[in-house]
């Protein structure tokens, strides 16, 4: 069953692909954002955008990564999603202008959870950064420019993108439907250190 699910799933992304007129060269991210306009950022009570915090998370991002999917509260579908849909991409200096929107962000580590097969619109990134750095400054440039219509044919609703950070780790959630879940267990974390 899950072959004919996989089989099925790849011919309906190959006619997408052939829908949107797109060529296999054309898929390739430059380096070059596309600034879009992306909402305010909404007070959360229990973000660090009222507050200053000087709580570091502990642990890998991959570990950061695993306890922000195992606590969510996801609708039954997307958690399947979660365990069978993604990959972890490391994201090297080269492509930070395709997962955080500028060239200029510095930072210690990085990745990104997205979709193996686009079927839709979504990724969760989670970035260390440097002690002492502007993590305000840094979180306000990714709002900027980070750019949530970056996928083949499909895009999140810039209103869906949450930037966010506890201690040096910040988050990006381009979601249209499970993002809050995902950011409520982010901000979980906080208090389990």
């Known amino acids: 069953m899950k072959k004919l699910l996989c089989l099925s799933i790849t011919l309906i992304l190959l006619l ?10 054309n898929s390739v991210p430059t380096n070059t954002p596309t600034p879009t306009e992306t909402a305010e950022p909404t007070e959360t009570p ?4 009222d507050s200053d915090k000087e709580s570091i998370l502990d642990g890998s991002l991959e570990s950061i990564l695993d306890k922000i999917y195992e606590t969510a509260d996801l609708s039954e579908g997307f958690r399947d999603f979660t365990e069978n849909g993604l990959q972890t991409t490391v994201i090297t200096e080269e492509r930070r202008a395709y997962y955080l929107g500028s060239e200029d962000i510095e930072f210690k580590e990085a990745l990104a959870s997205e979709p193996v097969m686009m079927p839709s619109a979504y990724e969760l990134t989670l970035v260390r950064v440097n002690e002492g750095a502007d993590i305000e400054k840094i979180k306000e440039e990714i709002r900027e420019n980070v750019n949530p219509q970056k996928w083949i044919c499909v895009g999140v609703d810039p209103e869906n993108v949450i930037v966010d950070s506890i201690g040096n780790v910040i988050i990006i959630i381009m979601s249209d439907n499970e993002g809050k879940a995902l950011h409520e267990a982010f901000l979980a974390l906080e208090g389990q250190n």
């Open 46 to 49: 229990g973000s660090d955008q």
């Open 16 to 25: 997408s692909f052939s829908a949107c007129g797109t060529k296999p060269g």
